[in-house]
């Protein structure tokens, strides 16, 4: 049996359809098993956090700014605000 070039060709596209068609049934595989609804055991525990709001001067919206900062949904955290001068009228609206 005689393997002509077009055999060759032939095998050679067989063998890249094959190929890409595995590459797509296992693409859609791991699309699956991302998207699965998981279920954790884990109970979560919050660790403190730190937020560090550097301030300078002052705007209308200071006050709101920093009300919202300290409104946080979280259990266990501290606020630092920081002036660059001790001078600095934000300093007052923070001490608020």
């Given at each position: ?95 608020r």
């Open positions: 049996m005689i393997v002509t070039y077009v055999n060759v060709i032939e095998i050679t596209l067989i063998l890249i359809i094959l190929a890409g068609s595995c590459y797509a049934i296992f693409s859609i595989f791991l699309v699956i098993q991302f998207f699965r609804p998981k279920e954790y055991n884990i109970k979560f525990s919050p660790v403190p956090v730190s937020i560090l709001k550097p301030l300078r001067g002052t705007d209308p919206e200071l006050r709101e700014n920093i009300e919202s900062f300290c409104k946080q949904d979280y259990p266990i955290y501290e606020i630092l605000l920081g002036f660059t001068e001790p001078s600095d009228r934000g300093i007052i609206e923070a001490r």
